[in-house]
C-alpha cells in the first residue's frame, strides 16, 4: 500500500520573516497546500511573481479524496509543467456503464473523437497529484522561481486593508505577522479564511449520507465507470465502482439521512456491504473510509477585496461528476493570468472582478448539474422514484430516454457566455468555439494546438492574414499561423472554422476565447484586446 501520506513533504523549517521586527511583506500568499493552493502557485511562480504557499499540515492529503481528473484541468496541468505524470500514473478512461438493479442498461463514450492529446478522464488518487504539484515546485525553485511552500504555518488570524492583507501565523516555535499585496484562499470546504473574515455559503445541503470506500483488490473489472440504481447488494439505493493505480478501486455507496456516520465508518459495518457488493470469496484490504454528505454551496461573491477564494473554500458541489478539483483548477486558471496582468500595472484592478463574474458562473453551473444528479440519484418523493424508474427501464432499449438518466453529469469545461471580457462573435462559427469558450484541442502535426496556447494571449489565424505581432496597452499578442491544409483529419476545420474558410481568433492566456472574426481587422483586434483586459 503506498503510504506518501505519511511522510513530510514540506516540513516545517524557521524562517526569517519570523525574526524580522515589522512584518515582512510577501507579493502573494496562497493559503492551502492542496491542488488547488498548488496550482494557483505555480501558475505565479512560472509569470515571476513572488507566492509563498502558508499550510498548517505538512505533508499530502491522507486518502484518495479527490480521483476523477477531467479532460480540461490535465490541458491546464499540461501548461503548469505537470500533466503528464498525473496521465503516465493514472488509470485512463472513456467509457461510463449504466445499470439498474442487475441489468446493464446503457453504457456511454466522453471522448468519441479523435484529435486530442488528452483522454476524457483519468483516476488518480489525490495524494498522487498533490505529490507532482509539490515536486513542481521544487524543479521551479531549482530555476530560481520565487515560490516557497511553509509547512506547519497556521494561519490564525486576518486583517483586510485596501492595498494589503495582514495575517497572523502559528509554528512550533511561536507565531510571527506577515503581510500579503494579494492573498489567495485555497483552505477547502471548511475555510478558516472564509470564517475569520466571517462569510459563508448559500445554497442546499441534501438529505442524504454516501460511503466512500477506497479498497485494494485484485479484480477483473475493466476501466470503466460503472454506475447501479437500485442495486441487488444496496436496494433501494445506489453505488459507484471506479478504477485506480495501484490496485486500488473506489466504491461509493448511498446509506441514506438518518444514519450514525461513525457508526457506519467501522470496519465491522463496512466489510459485510462491501462483500455483498463484491462477493464473499474476494479477497480486498481497507485504505480508506469516508462518508459525505451531498452539498451544493457557493460563496455570494469569490472576490474580497485584496482577498480571492478558489477551489472547496469558494464552492462545494456533490462528488458525483467528479466537479470539485477539477473546478479548482478552471478558478486557478481563470483567476492567475488576470492577477499577474495587475500585479504588473498592465490591468485597472477591476479586472479581477471579471475572475468573479466568470467563476461565480462556473460554479452556478456545477451546482446546477450536480443538484440535478442528486435529485434523479435520491429521489425525494415516491413519484419522483417511480419516474426515474421508468426513465432507467426505458433507456435500455430507447435511446431518446438515455439523455434523461443522470448517474452524475461530468465535468466538462464552462463557456463564460456573457462574461464582460468577450468581443461580440462575428465568426458565426462552429458552437463550441464562441466567445468565452475553452479552446477544444487539434492535432498539429507531431504535436497539438493547446501546446501552442496558454500563458499569453494569441491570435490564432487560419487561412489569413495578419501581423506576426500586435502591441495594445502593454499587451504583445503574438500570432499562430495555421492552416487547414495541413490537417488531414479536418479538425482544425470542424472545431474552428465549420462553414468558413478562414478565422481569426484571440485567445486568453488561460485558452478561453476572446473573440473571433472571418478575417483580420486591426481595430476589430485592438478593442477586442482592450476589452480582454477590463480596459473598455
Given at each position: 500500500?503506498?503510504?506518501?501520506?505519511?511522510?513530510?513533504?514540506?516540513?516545517?523549517?524557521?524562517?526569517?520573516?519570523?525574526?524580522?521586527?515589522?512584518?515582512?511583506?510577501?507579493?502573494?500568499?496562497?493559503?492551502?497546500?492542496?491542488?488547488?493552493?498548488?496550482?494557483?502557485?505555480?501558475?505565479?511562480?512560472?509569470?515571476?511573481?513572488?507566492?509563498?504557499?502558508?499550510?498548517?499540515?505538512?505533508?499530502?492529503?491522507?486518502?484518495?479524496?479527490?480521483?476523477?481528473?477531467?479532460?480540461?484541468?490535465?490541458?491546464?496541468?499540461?501548461?503548469?509543467?505537470?500533466?503528464?505524470?498525473?496521465?503516465?500514473?493514472?488509470?485512463?478512461?472513456?467509457?461510463?456503464?449504466?445499470?439498474?438493479?442487475?441489468?446493464?442498461?446503457?453504457?456511454?463514450?466522453?471522448?468519441?473523437?479523435?484529435g486530442h492529446k488528452r483522454p476524457a478522464f483519468i483516476n488518480l488518487q489525490q495524494y498522487y497529484f498533490e505529490e507532482y504539484l509539490v515536486k513542481r515546485v521544487r524543479e521551479l525553485q531549482e530555476q530560481g522561481a520565487p515560490i516557497e511552500i511553509r509547512g506547519r504555518n497556521k494561519v490564525s488570524a486576518i486583517g483586510t486593508h485596501p492595498d494589503h492583507v495582514t495575517l497572523e501565523i502559528d509554528t512550533p516555535e511561536g507565531s510571527y505577522n506577515l503581510e500579503a499585496d494579494w492573498l489567495i484562499a485555497c483552505d477547502g470546504a471548511g475555510s478558516p479564511t472564509r470564517q475569520m473574515l466571517g462569510l459563508d455559503f448559500v445554497g442546499r445541503v441534501f438529505e442524504d449520507n454516501f460511503l466512500i470506500a477506497d479498497v485494494i483488490m485484485e479484480a477483473d473489472f475493466p476501466t470503466e465507470r460503472w454506475f447501479w440504481f437500485d442495486p441487488p447488494f444496496n436496494k433501494g439505493q445506489s453505488a459507484l465502482l471506479h478504477k485506480q493505480p495501484d490496485g486500488v478501486w473506489r466504491i461509493d455507496l448511498q446509506l441514506g439521512w438518518d444514519i450514525d456516520k461513525e457508526r457506519e465508518k467501522r470496519p465491522e459495518n463496512v466489510i459485510p456491504r462491501l462483500k455483498a457488493m463484491l462477493g464473499e470469496d474476494v479477497k480486498f484490504e481497507l485504505e480508506w473510509v469516508s462518508i459525505y454528505t451531498f452539498q451544493c454551496r457557493r460563496m455570494e461573491q469569490f472576490r474580497h477585496g485584496r482577498v480571492l477564494f478558489a477551489g472547496d473554500s469558494a464552492h462545494q458541489v456533490s462528488p458525483f461528476g467528479a466537479r470539485g478539483a477539477n473546478s479548482g483548477v478552471q478558478d486557478t486558471d481563470n483567476l492567475c493570468w488576470k492577477l499577474q496582468l495587475v500585479i504588473d500595472g498592465k490591468a485597472p484592478e477591476s479586472l479581477l472582478d471579471s475572475y468573479d463574474v466568470e467563476r461565480v458562473h462556473g460554479a452556478d453551473e456545477n451546482i446546477l448539474n450536480s443538484s440535478r444528479s442528486t435529485d434523479f440519484i435520491t429521489p425525494k418523493s415516491e413519484m419522483s422514484r417511480v419516474l426515474r424508474d421508468a426513465v432507467l427501464d426505458l433507456s435500455e432499449h430507447y435511446e431518446f430516454a438515455r439523455p434523461l438518466v443522470n448517474s452524475g453529469r461530468l465535468s466538462v469545461p464552462c463557456t463564460y457566455d456573457g462574461s464582460p471580457l468577450n468581443s461580440a462573435d462575428a465568426l458565426d462559427g462552429p458552437e463550441r468555439t464562441r466567445p468565452g469558450s475553452s479552446c477544444p484541442d487539434a492535432p498539429l502535426g507531431d504535436g497539438f494546438l493547446l501546446d501552442q496556447l496558454g500563458g499569453k494571449f494569441v491570435l490564432l489565424t487560419i487561412d489569413a492574414d495578419a501581423p506576426d505581432v500586435i502591441e495594445e496597452q502593454g499587451i504583445e499578442v503574438t500570432r499562430l499561423a495555421l492552416s487547414v491544409k495541413d490537417d488531414k483529419t479536418l479538425a482544425l476545420k470542424d472545431r474552428y472554422l465549420g462553414k468558413h474558410e478562414s478565422g481569426v481568433y484571440l485567445i486568453r492566456p488561460d485558452q478561453h476565447v476572446a473573440a473571433r472574426r472571418p478575417s483580420f481587422d486591426e481595430n476589430q483586434f485592438r478593442h477586442a484586446i482592450r476589452r480582454a483586459i477590463g480596459k473598455e
Amino acid at each position: 500500500m503506498n503510504k506518501i501520506f505519511e511522510v513530510p513533504l514540506y516540513p516545517y523549517a524557521h524562517h526569517a520573516d519570523e525574526d524580522t521586527a515589522a512584518p515582512a511583506r510577501r507579493k502573494v500568499v496562497v493559503i492551502g497546500a492542496g491542488p488547488v493552493g498548488l496550482a494557483a502557485a505555480i501558475d505565479l511562480a512560472q509569470q515571476g511573481t513572488e507566492v509563498v504557499v502558508l499550510d498548517d499540515n505538512d505533508k499530502v492529503s491522507f486518502g484518495s479524496r479527490a480521483i476523477c481528473f477531467a479532460k480540461r484541468p490535465l490541458e491546464i496541468l499540461d501548461r503548469l509543467g505537470c500533466g503528464q505524470p498525473m496521465v503516465d500514473k493514472g488509470v485512463q478512461w472513456n467509457v461510463g456503464k449504466v445499470f439498474f438493479d442487475d441489468r446493464q442498461v446503457y453504457d456511454f463514450n466522453l471522448l468519441p473523437e479523435d484529435g486530442h492529446k488528452r483522454p476524457a478522464f483519468i483516476n488518480l488518487q489525490q495524494y498522487y497529484f498533490e505529490e507532482y504539484l509539490v515536486k513542481r515546485v521544487r524543479e521551479l525553485q531549482e530555476q530560481g522561481a520565487p515560490i516557497e511552500i511553509r509547512g506547519r504555518n497556521k494561519v490564525s488570524a486576518i486583517g483586510t486593508h485596501p492595498d494589503h492583507v495582514t495575517l497572523e501565523i502559528d509554528t512550533p516555535e511561536g507565531s510571527y505577522n506577515l503581510e500579503a499585496d494579494w492573498l489567495i484562499a485555497c483552505d477547502g470546504a471548511g475555510s478558516p479564511t472564509r470564517q475569520m473574515l466571517g462569510l459563508d455559503f448559500v445554497g442546499r445541503v441534501f438529505e442524504d449520507n454516501f460511503l466512500i470506500a477506497d479498497v485494494i483488490m485484485e479484480a477483473d473489472f475493466p476501466t470503466e465507470r460503472w454506475f447501479w440504481f437500485d442495486p441487488p447488494f444496496n436496494k433501494g439505493q445506489s453505488a459507484l465502482l471506479h478504477k485506480q493505480p495501484d490496485g486500488v478501486w473506489r466504491i461509493d455507496l448511498q446509506l441514506g439521512w438518518d444514519i450514525d456516520k461513525e457508526r457506519e465508518k467501522r470496519p465491522e459495518n463496512v466489510i459485510p456491504r462491501l462483500k455483498a457488493m463484491l462477493g464473499e470469496d474476494v479477497k480486498f484490504e481497507l485504505e480508506w473510509v469516508s462518508i459525505y454528505t451531498f452539498q451544493c454551496r457557493r460563496m455570494e461573491q469569490f472576490r474580497h477585496g485584496r482577498v480571492l477564494f478558489a477551489g472547496d473554500s469558494a464552492h462545494q458541489v456533490s462528488p458525483f461528476g467528479a466537479r470539485g478539483a477539477n473546478s479548482g483548477v478552471q478558478d486557478t486558471d481563470n483567476l492567475c493570468w488576470k492577477l499577474q496582468l495587475v500585479i504588473d500595472g498592465k490591468a485597472p484592478e477591476s479586472l479581477l472582478d471579471s475572475y468573479d463574474v466568470e467563476r461565480v458562473h462556473g460554479a452556478d453551473e456545477n451546482i446546477l448539474n450536480s443538484s440535478r444528479s442528486t435529485d434523479f440519484i435520491t429521489p425525494k418523493s415516491e413519484m419522483s422514484r417511480v419516474l426515474r424508474d421508468a426513465v432507467l427501464d426505458l433507456s435500455e432499449h430507447y435511446e431518446f430516454a438515455r439523455p434523461l438518466v443522470n448517474s452524475g453529469r461530468l465535468s466538462v469545461p464552462c463557456t463564460y457566455d456573457g462574461s464582460p471580457l468577450n468581443s461580440a462573435d462575428a465568426l458565426d462559427g462552429p458552437e463550441r468555439t464562441r466567445p468565452g469558450s475553452s479552446c477544444p484541442d487539434a492535432p498539429l502535426g507531431d504535436g497539438f494546438l493547446l501546446d501552442q496556447l496558454g500563458g499569453k494571449f494569441v491570435l490564432l489565424t487560419i487561412d489569413a492574414d495578419a501581423p506576426d505581432v500586435i502591441e495594445e496597452q502593454g499587451i504583445e499578442v503574438t500570432r499562430l499561423a495555421l492552416s487547414v491544409k495541413d490537417d488531414k483529419t479536418l479538425a482544425l476545420k470542424d472545431r474552428y472554422l465549420g462553414k468558413h474558410e478562414s478565422g481569426v481568433y484571440l485567445i486568453r492566456p488561460d485558452q478561453h476565447v476572446a473573440a473571433r472574426r472571418p478575417s483580420f481587422d486591426e481595430n476589430q483586434f485592438r478593442h477586442a484586446i482592450r476589452r480582454a483586459i477590463g480596459k473598455e
